[in-house]
């Protein structure tokens, strides 16, 4: 049973850090790309970041370029998302997706004063 459980996510003030991570289980975690997306009130999910299953990466907004790090750990099963100066329009909730199709349940991420 294919599971990724994410967790990191909380209430930081703008400009703060946190670190999410994901726990995959139940597939070969190291063959397949993973990605962080995010969905904030209101809006479509949208993909933040992906690495592929040999560590290339990819950003997919300008904004995040220089604030977020995406990185895995296949002997731990587990992908990263480092969020550093973060805003409050990072406020949302985060998920992590395997390249299998799975989704995990989220994590909230708010960013406020």
């Known amino acids: 049973q294919v599971q990724l459980v994410e967790s990191g996510g909380g209430l930081v003030q703008p400009g703060g850090s946190l670190r999410l991570s994901c726990v995959a289980s139940g597939f070969t975690f190291s063959s397949y790309s993973m990605s962080w997306y995010r969905q904030a009130p209101g809006k479509e999910r949208e993909r933040v970041a992906r690495?592929?299953?040999?560590?290339?990466?990819?950003y997919d907004f300008d904004s995040v370029k220089g604030r977020f790090t995406i990185s895995r750990d296949n002997a731990k099963n587990t992908v990263y998302l480092q969020m550093n100066s973060l805003k409050p329009e990072d406020t949302a909730v985060y998920y992590c997706r395997a390249g299998i199709g799975a989704w995990g349940q989220g994590t909230q991420v708010t960013v406020s004063s």
């Open positions: 690495i592929s299953s040999v560590g290339t990466t990819i």
